[in-house]
């Protein structure tokens, strides 16, 4: 399988986004959103993923974070697309269930080529420190919309807003891993029988 690997870059007149992504990476991540407990949630989707993800965004924050966090979501997914390109050998499928203390939470992909996102996930708060837990489905809408993925994400226990929003992102990488893994059974096969996705 060749590298899969993506650049991808967006400016708009709110922000600037820049994304770095190999789905075949290590874990390693290198990120500067300007927003720390986002840069920590996505930390958990490049080393739960095993994917190299370099991400930088200047946005007007000075406003609020939604632009910021919703154009590193179109951004990311962007890069997801390229990477997987004609998604040839892929698993396709990815789910995670992933604890963290009191907290579960659930996360199914399918790289069906159909954006289609479904978020069941409540907050005992609306802020995590200054960053508003309302931004986290539009990360994701953002992501799906872009990536052409079918994404079911829900939280079936917690209490506490942090480990809550932790293990959806934890769950999400290692979803994302499971689907975009190499099926060496079907390596020259498209993972559908339309013949494509």
Do not use: C, W
Not at 125 to 137: E, T, Y
Request: charged share 25%.
């Amino acid at each position: 399988m060749s590298a899969r690997t993506a650049r991808v870059e967006r400016a708009t007149l709110e922000t600037r986004i820049s994304v770095d992504l190999n789905l075949d990476g290590s874990g390693i991540s290198r990120l500067a959103t300007g927003l720390p407990f986002f840069d920590h949630m996505l930390d958990q989707i490049a080393r739960h993923g095993a994917l190299d993800l370099a991400i930088t965004a200047d946005g007007d924050l000075a406003v609020d974070a939604h632009h910021t966090v919703e154009d590193v979501g179109i951004t990311f997914g962007q890069a997801l697309a390229r990477a997987l390109g004609d998604k040839k050998g892929i698993q396709r499928y990815g789910h995670a269930y992933v604890p963290l203390d009191e907290a579960l939470s659930r996360v199914v992909i399918d790289f069906s080529g159909r954006p289609g996102l479904e978020y069941e996930v409540s907050y005992s708060r609306a802020r995590i420190g200054d960053f508003d837990v309302d931004l986290i489905r539009e990360f994701f809408q953002g992501v799906v919309n872009h990536a052409q993925a079918t994404v079911h994400i829900d939280n079936l226990k917690g209490r506490n807003a942090h480990h809550v929003a932790e293990t959806v992102f934890k769950a999400f990488g290692r979803a994302l891993r499971q689907a975009a893994a190499p099926d060496e059974r079907q390596a020259q096969v498209i993972p559908s029988t339309k013949g494509s996705l």
